[in-house]
């Protein structure tokens, strides 16, 4: 072979793999942009029950079928698209032919960290000091005005609850619901009444954006909260306020609740994101988790039993909006709507507390 024909073999081996190389980088980065780039996408992780778990039965293995991602919290996937139909209350139908499942009342407490009265859920690798963030200065201050303050908002609005405590439910039981009388926004309108009765100005956004589909809810809730950011510049807190659902792989479903004053109500988890590789244009979560181990700690102090572990991971939800902003799960899709709007009513006292003394 000639010297001429040797270096034009090496010239379009040496193009080949330049290329080769370029391409897999191409599709890295289309990887990357995919899975740190806001969107409806969603990757699992891996909520589950705390070990040590108080419950009234056996224990079982137990894992959300929510999807707790780094972007949004889209669950129900089978149901991104669906009729709403209206939900009988109080109807006489007959579930005779129907199968049951069992509902376990549980108490969650302990988890992988405590400090003090109450509990987190590290599900991050950051090794966080709860101290500081317990006793750091909070972004906002309360201020003497008829101005709202608070922001209650609901991702998925039409979550709803049990009718009654049963100890189980039927095959045909379906938590969602469009009418406000029955979902969290009834919640919500608890939590905004409490926070009139102590003299703080409260908005709260009752729109529907998981209506028709929860696909997208998060892009729908996060511009209602851009316009009453605008609307109301006075706003310090913004609380998305959902309920969660917890069930095995034998359908069974926990109810998790606590009593205070001799009345039942359902237990609350307080959620905060992170920031920390700087994924999500989030840089203010440090203030986010200021809020959230205060509103723990109140709560456990004024309530005790009321939270849950407060769940600190890898995710958004739309937090990244204003500082003092958090997602807060009341209850579960097995308590009833009587045990979560009772902790709504205290959740509204623990939030005046906390504001003012902000």
Known sequence: MRVSEKICKAAVISTACVLSVFGAFCVFERADSFFHTQGNQTIAAGLSMPKNTNQKNNDSSVTHNNNYNYFNKEKDSDNFQTDFANKPHNDDTDHSTENTYLVTECLYRESNMTYDNFFIKNSTDLSIDIGTYLNAELPFSYEETAEPQVLIVHTHATESYMDEDLGFYYESFYPRDTDDNYNVIRVGNAITDKLQQSGIGVAHCTVHHDEPQYLGAYDNSAQSIVEYMKKYPSIKIILD????????????????????????????????????????????????????????????????????????????????????????????DANTLEEAVYSGELLGDVVAAVLKNS
């Open 241 to 332: 306020i959902h309920r969660d659902s917890i069930t095995t792989d034998e359908n069974e479903k926990f109810k998790p609740t606590f009593v205070f004053n001799g009345k039942k109500a359902a237990q609350i988890m307080i959620m905060c994101g992170n920031d920390n590789y700087g994924y999500y244009n989030f840089p203010n979560w440090e203030q986010n988790m200021s809020l959230a181990v205060k509103l723990q700690s109140e709560a456990e102090t004024r309530y005790p039993g009321m939270t849950r572990p407060l769940y600190f991971g890898n995710f958004m939800y739309n937090m990244n909006l204003a500082p003092g902003s958090l997602l807060i799960e009341v209850g579960t």
